[in-house]
């Protein structure tokens, strides 16, 4: 069975422009979490979506959004972007996102703004 | 809040020698505690995790990890490393009591040096 799957692999963009990452879950799971990874850190939670809705944001700026689809795919979009946002972002999926759930991450998204 | 904490930058072991990967957390309830592996350009893997029950958990490709709640620790454990085991490895912890049930908070990440 395939894993989780985010597309692109790796993005160049520079600052000011918009990116959008895609991600598409292990089959069956309903929930897609969204994860950003900077060099040398542990990931930090942006967005926990199920069943289509929000049901968690993590501390990042308004310029951060993302949504999920009815086939429970994810995008995650980053307005006007600034070089601090060069990172690996990670998407996660679990069955129904509740807190004794594993979730499993896709190999992730490697974007360099500059 | 949530808090997890690995002291040690960087393991280093020999193969064959018994490895201890340190992971200590925070978090204002009873904790969920993971721990994930990362080899260089790839996403996290599952390794295993604690949710309740037996304090000694066994994981995949010959890891466990005890909890220690006294002593807020969840230290990752193999009785004998292997060169393959190289890697970074992350600890997380998910506070249930908080409103996101799906929130990990990661450490910052030991790297695993094993060499021959």
Known sequence: DAGVTQSPTHLIKTRGQQVTLRCSPISGHKSVSWYQQVLGQGPQFIFQYYEKEERGRGNFPDRFSARQFPNYSSELNVN????????????????????????????????LVL | AQ???????????AEGNPLTVKCTYSVSGNPYLFWYVQYPNRGLQFLLKYITGDNLVKGSYG????????????????????????????????????????????????????TL
Request: a negative charge; charged letters at 15%.
């Open chain 1, 80 to 111: 006007a972007l600034l070089l601090g946002d060069s990172a690996l972002y990670l998407c996660a999926s679990s069955l129904f996102g509740g807190s004794q759930e594993t979730q499993y991450f896709g190999p992730g998204t490697r974007l």
């Open chain 2, 3 to 13: 808090s997890v904490a690995q002291p040690e930058d960087q393991v280093n072991v």
């Open chain 2, 63 to 114: 890891f466990e990890a005890e909890f220690n709640k006294s002593q807020t620790s969840f230290h990752l454990k193999k009785p004998s490393a292997l060169v393959s085991d190289s890697a970074l490895y992350f600890c997380a912890v998910r506070d249930p009591s908080t409103g996101t049930a799906s929130k990990l908070t990661f450490g910052t990440g030991t790297r695993l040096q094993v």
